[in-house]
């Protein structure tokens, strides 16, 4: 079953890169040759190591910086526009033991996207933790089992936020290779796509949204998640990124 599922996955990902790329509705934010619309996060320039190459909006570094070392702050944006009702699509690897994250409705002014921006995770579930010791960031979330990566931490989930349900037969290829990401926002509901499958889906400020952010990670983040409307934005947690196909249509 799990083969034929990556095998149903590798289909649609083909055909959907067709399909988008003939879709007059879509607005390509990354012309595959240069940075053109991307800055730092709170800063008028792109931050050092984002470069344009070979079709890819990426990140180099050598290595990973591991995560109780982690500095931050060289999170990116595109800014020539806000979006509020969308549908977003992109292309991306990340090496073994990376982490990346999809942020939208980014508002400046804060010390990183994520103190008010919902976020969708892209991360090396399998070997995550074989770089990164979690275990004490885990322990101040009451985690049961806090040296292992949590639910809410892993690819596709709304970070600290919703989960992938179990029986949900989440396709994620092995760090080194191309994954597709799809994330649909709309007033009503809210959906996270990863390689064609639908990964969960939840509807933004609900009680159940509410109970979640005042109860978990957000609940000392009174902005989270309030503004309906910002830019897109990729966080660089300490690992080399590719992003490639970065498009979005407006709904």
Request: proline letters at 4%.
């Amino acid at each position: 079953m799990k083969t034929f599922l990556y095998l149903l996955a590798s289909i649609f990902f083909l055909i959907s890169c067709n399909d988008n790329q003939n879709n007059k509705d879509w607005i390509y934010l990354f012309d595959g040759k240069t940075t053109d619309g991307w800055r730092g996060y709170n800063s008028d320039e792109l931050p050092p190591g984002w470069i344009a190459k070979d079709g890819m909006l990426m990140f180099e570094r050598e290595g990973l910086q591991l995560e109780q070392d982690y500095e931050g702050g060289k999170d990116i944006i595109y800014a020539k526009d806000m979006y509020s009702e969308f549908e977003f699509y992109v292309e991306w690897k990340i090496p073994p033991g990376g982490n990346s994250g999809i942020f939208y409705h980014v508002q400046e002014g804060y010390d990183f996207p994520g103190d008010s921006s919902p976020e969708y995770q892209l991360i090396d579930d399998v070997n995550y933790t074989k770089f990164h010791d979690v275990t004490e960031y885990n322990k101040l979330f009451d985690a049961s089992q806090p040296e292992k990566l949590q639910d809410w931490q892993k690819t596709g989930a709304n970070y600290a936020m919703h989960t992938v349900p179990e029986d949900v037969e989440k396709v994620l290829f092995p760090a080194g290779e191309w994954n597709s990401t799809t994330i649909v926002f709309t007033n009503q509901k809210v959906e996270h796509w990863l390689n064609g499958v639908k990964l969960l889906s939840f509807v933004p400020w609900s009680d159940e949204w509410n109970d979640l952010k005042n109860s978990g990670k957000w609940k000392k983040s009174p902005d989270y998640g309030k503004s309906k409307t910002g830019y897109i934005s990729f966080q660089d947690h300490g690992s080399s990124l590719w992003f490639r196909n970065i498009k979005i249509r407006k709904l």
